[in-house]
């Protein structure tokens, strides 16, 4: 049993070894630009037709509130200076 792994393992290490680096590679490729589809889907449902809420809006962002600002206008001002508008 030991003898055919060891074989299989000769004939196949450079593919296994490929294919496990390509794996991470797009794992670490694909952090980023997750975060940014999640923020960019946020600032999007909060600017068009309410579909949610500033306090919503507050949490899905990781933000934290501010004693003398509405949260929808943190939120929108959050999504303005991120998406570079204004």
Known sequence: MAIKFYQWW???RRLVTIGLFL??????????FEKEAKVKDTCA???TSYQITGDEAMKQ???KEIKDFD????????CERYLGIK
């Open 71 to 78: 949260n929808r206008e943190l939120a929108n001002y959050y």
């Open 10 to 12: 000769k004939n196949h």
């Open 23 to 32: 794996f991470i590679f797009a794992f670490y490729l694909k952090t980023p």
């Open 45 to 47: 449902k909060l600017n």
């Open 61 to 63: 962002l990781n933000l």
